[in-house]
T-cell receptor, first 113, second 111 residues
Framework: NAGVTQTPKFQVLKTGQSMTLQCAQDMNHNSMYWYRQDPGMGLRLIYY???????DKGEVPNGYNVSRLNKREFSLRLESAAPSQTSVYFC????????????FGNGTRLTVT | EDQVTQSPEALRLQEGESSSLNCSYTVSGLRGLFWYRQDPGKGPEFLFTLYSAGEEKEKERLKATLTKKESFLHITAPKPEDSATYLC????????????FGAGTTVTVRA
């Protein structure tokens, strides 16, 4: 039972380069989320998708784009990476019932030089 | 603005030394409070959901409680394997179920 799978695990980019972080879940969840985690700041929501075909901005969306490819997959794209985007990125999914918790992947550690 | 604040930032305990972590929140109309455990290099792992004030949940050496303004995570007789960062989160005020997280408390238990 894989749960939420993120690729890659590590990535180093130069300023201005682009990349896409991939996320897939096998729990048949409708809702999916992208968070970033920085020391001392906790997890901050970048974008989320309440269902296939819909996406919406979270707390820190600037510099990112997302695609909900299908019910299983939700990707995060950095079009022109900046050093401020150095962070650990987590994808999560959630069931539909009230009070359902988020289930997280193991993250992508991104360094932008 | 909805806020979630955790204290202390770090906690160093001797094996067997019980202690508590605090999570205070300012969101009104609480729709649940969540506790997660995060090990280094891993994603957060769900521990508990607390639904309403007065509720308590237990799992092994962990016990979570909830009041109208804060939640406590009590660690009783901790072991080194309880070392981790503990996160709490609450849904923000919106139509969608988005969680706002605290910055976490890093617990280190020495043998």
């Amino acid at each position: 039972n894989a749960g939420v799978t993120q690729t890659p695990k590590f990535q180093v980019l130069k300023t201005g380069q682009s990349m896409t972080l991939q996320c897939a879940q096998d729990m048949n969840h409708n809702s999916m989320y992208w968070y970033r985690q920085d020391p001392g700041m906790g997890l901050r929501l970048i974008y989320y998708s309440a269902s296939e075909g819909t996406t919406d901005k979270g707390e820190v969306p600037n510099g990112y784009n997302v695609s909900r490819l299908n019910k299983r997959e939700f990707s995060l794209r950095l079009e022109s990476a900046a050093p401020s985007q150095t962070s650990v990125y987590f994808c999560a999914s959630r069931g539909d019932r009230d009070y359902s918790p988020l289930h997280f992947g193991n993250g992508t550690r991104l360094t932008v030089t | 603005e909805d806020q979630v604040t955790q204290s202390p930032e770090a906690l160093r305990l001797q094996e067997g030394e019980s202690s508590s972590l605090n999570c205070s929140y300012t969101v009104s109309g609480l729709r649940g409070l969540f506790w997660y455990r995060q090990d280094p290099g891993k994603g957060p792992e769900f521990l508990f959901t607390l639904y309403s004030a007065g509720e308590e949940k237990e799992k092994e050496r962990l016990k979570a409680t909830l009041t109208k303004k804060e939640s406590f995570l009590h660690i009783t007789a901790p072991k080194p394997e309880d070392s981790a960062t503990y996160l709490c989160a609450v849904p923000v005020r919106s139509n969608d179920y988005k969680l706002s997280f605290g910055a976490g408390t890093t617990v280190t238990v020495r043998a």
